[in-house]
């Protein structure tokens, strides 16, 4: 078991709005409105910011934008090293993706190895005309050659340090923290 201990506040509640709704413009000025845009969040954080940013492209926009739920769990590239029994949640898009410019929605950006699995799992269900990616936070360390369309906030980060988002929906409060793993 690891401990972490929390070094400093990234973002606070303010911080997390501002940066979401400025996401939600930069969604809607490159896609040249919402037309056939769907949002998809990868479980778990990813699927409240994707609801929030769902909720100010309305706001903006005036028109709903379909949100999709991601479980990237039978996905991932380390799965067997994850415990014998994956916990899986469940994948929920129920609307068809093919043709349409899918945004996928996560909470931190990291190696990569997330967002590929996110793809492999958005392509099983069909092909979309695009694939976009949203995240609150880029902390670099990359093992793959993914990049983010949309980030909230760039931190550079060392590999012994750690970014613990939290939102209302699952943690009860809401900041990012920069951690460290001792």
């Known amino acids: 078991m690891m401990d972490i201990v929390e070094k400093t506040v990234l ?15 930069e969604i809607i000025e490159k896609n040249k409105g919402i037309e056939n845009l769907l949002l998809v969040g990868i479980r778990r954080r990813g699927v409240p910011l994707a609801q929030r940013l769902a909720q100010k492209i309305q706001d903006i926009e005036g028109h709903e934008v379909k949100v999709g739920k991601l479980d990237i769990t039978l996905y991932r590239d380390d799965l067997t090293t994850i415990g014998d029994q994956p916990v899986i949640h469940g994948t929920e898009i129920p609307f068809n993706i093919v043709g349409k410019k899918i945004v996928l929605v996560d909470d931190v950006l990291y190696t990569g190895r997330t967002v590929r699995a996110a793809l492999d799992a ?20 990359r093992e793959l050659p993914i990049r983010a369309d949309y980030v ?24 990012v923290i920069l951690g460290e793993i001792v």
């Open 152 to 175: 909230g906030k760039n931190i550079p980060t060392s590999r012994k340090e750690i970014v613990l988002v939290k939102l209302t929906e699952i943690d009860g409060k809401e900041e």
């Open 122 to 141: 958005i392509i099983d269900l069909g092909r979309p005309l695009s694939i976009q990616l949203a995240v609150l936070i880029d902390r670099g360390h």
């Open 11 to 25: 973002m606070d509640a303010d911080g997390l709005n501002r940066s979401l709704t400025r996401i939600a413009h």
